[in-house]
C-alpha cells in the first residue's frame, strides 16, 4: 500500500510566521496535491505537481507556495499566516491521472 | 476551474436502505473517483469510473458515469450504520488535476 506522511497531525502558529508543511509519499507516484479542507466546502485545490520541479496552481492559491525538488516530497510553504489560514491540510499523490490518488491522514493547523 | 457539485449535501436513512448521491460537473474529465471520508480520518478511495464507460460495481456499490449530462450517481445497497460517513465525488480534469466537489454527508441509523 502508498503510504503518504504528513510531518505533523496538529500544528499551531501565530499570525505572520512562515509556516512548512511537509508531505512525503514512498511509492515513486508522479502526482502530488495539497487540499485544504473546510466544513461545508469539501477539498479545494491548492497546488499540485506532476512532476520534480513542476508545479500548478490550484483553485486558491493565494497565500500560498509549493516546492518540489525530490520526487517524493511535496512542501506547502504558508510565507505569512493569517488566521483565515487555519483549516484541515490534506496532501494526496498518485501514480498518474487513470488511477486513484492515496491521502495523508491531514494536518489540522491552527493560526492564532 | 470547475468542482463537482454534489447533491443532496446530507442524507439521513434507516439500516438496511440504499443510499444514492449524486455529482454533476460542467467540463470534460479523464475519470471521476468517489472516496469516503469517516469523521476525524483521511481519504479513502471507493470506485474509479473512466470516461468511456457507465456502470462499475464494487461490494454493495454501485457507480454510474452519463457523459451527455455530465453527472455520475453513487448508490450504496443495503446500508449498515458503518457506512455513515462523508463522501465526496472527485473529477480527474485531462492535465492531471484532480477537484473535489463539497461531499454529501450520509448517516446511517441503526
Known amino acids: 500500500d502508498v503510504k503518504v506522511t504528513q510531518s505533523s497531525r496538529y500544528l499551531v502558529k501565530r499570525t505572520g510566521e512562515k509556516v512548512f508543511l511537509e508531505c512525503v509519499q514512498d511509492m515513486d507516484h508522479e502526482n502530488m496535491f495539497w487540499y485544504r479542507q473546510d466544513p461545508g466546502l469539501g477539498l479545494r485545490l491548492i497546488y499540485f505537481s506532476y512532476d520534480v520541479k513542476m508545479k500548478e496552481k490550484g483553485d486558491i492559491p493565494e497565500g500560498y507556495s509549493v516546492s518540489r525538488e525530490k520526487k517524493e516530497r511535496f512542501s506547502l510553504i504558508l510565507e505569512s499566516a493569517s488566521t483565515n489560514q487555519t483549516s484541515m491540510y490534506l496532501c494526496?499523490?498518485?501514480?498518474?491521472?487513470?488511477?486513484?490518488?492515496?491521502f495523508g491522514a491531514g494536518t489540522r493547523l491552527s493560526v492564532l | 476551474s470547475q468542482q463537482g457539485e454534489e447533491d443532496p449535501q446530507a442524507l439521513s436513512i434507516q439500516e438496511g436502505e440504499n443510499a444514492t448521491m449524486n455529482c454533476s460537473y460542467k467540463?470534460?474529465?479523464?475519470?471521476l473517483q468517489w472516496y469516503r471520508q469517516n469523521s476525524g480520518r483521511g481519504l479513502v478511495h471507493l470506485i474509479l469510473?473512466?470516461?468511456?464507460?457507465r456502470e462499475k460495481h464494487s461490494g454493495r456499490l454501485r457507480v454510474t458515469l452519463d457523459t451527455s449530462k455530465k453527472s455520475s450517481s453513487l448508490l450504496i445497497t443495503a446500508s449498515r450504520a458503518a457506512d455513515t460517513a462523508s463522501y465526496f465525488c472527485?473529477?480527474?480534469?485531462?492535465?492531471?488535476?484532480?477537484?473535489f466537489g463539497a461531499g454529501t454527508i450520509l448517516r446511517v441509523k441503526s
Open positions: 472527485a473529477l480527474m480534469e485531462y492535465g492531471n488535476k484532480l477537484v
Open positions: 467540463t470534460s474529465i479523464n475519470n
Open positions: 494526496a499523490s498518485s501514480l498518474h491521472q487513470a488511477v486513484p490518488a492515496s
Open positions: 469510473i473512466r470516461s468511456n464507460e
